[in-house]
């Protein structure tokens, strides 16, 4: 599962790859395996400009739980869940690809 900002800047390396391979991932490695979500980390507290958002990452789990239960379930849980935590940011948009590529079996 694929956990990305919202409030990234256009142009990101993350919007790049998300617009460039996240498709043809999908068709290779198989819906139920691949899921992004949106993580918005804007905060309507006072305090929000002094606050990091949350990193870009990839969730990994062991279970097999389909999409549709993890699609029900709320960020914090899935985290919780995740039996590896990779943390994207920093990570060009072709070693996201690579890295998902290698490590996810095909279909």
């Known amino acids: 599962m ?3 900002r919202e409030s990234q800047a256009s142009g990101s390396e993350m919007e790049q ?3 460039e391979h996240w498709d043809d991932l ?3 490695k198989d819906a139920k ?5 949106a993580k918005d980390e804007t905060s309507s507290s006072s305090y929000f400009m002094f606050r990091r958002p949350a990193p870009q990452m990839v969730l ?9 239960k993890l ?7 899935l985290k919780e869940l ?22 996810l079996p095909d279909k």
């Open 2 to 4: 694929l956990v990305h």
């Open 17 to 19: 790859f998300l617009d």
């Open 26 to 28: 999908v068709k290779l």
């Open 33 to 37: 395996r691949l899921m992004k979500i």
């Open 60 to 68: 990994w789990f062991d279970s097999k739980a389909t999409v549709d």
């Open 71 to 77: 699609e029900s379930l709320k960020y914090k849980e």
């Open 82 to 103: 995740a039996t590896e935590i990779v943390t994207l940011d920093g990570y060009r948009k072709d070693d996201i690809k690579d890295m998902i590529s290698t490590l």
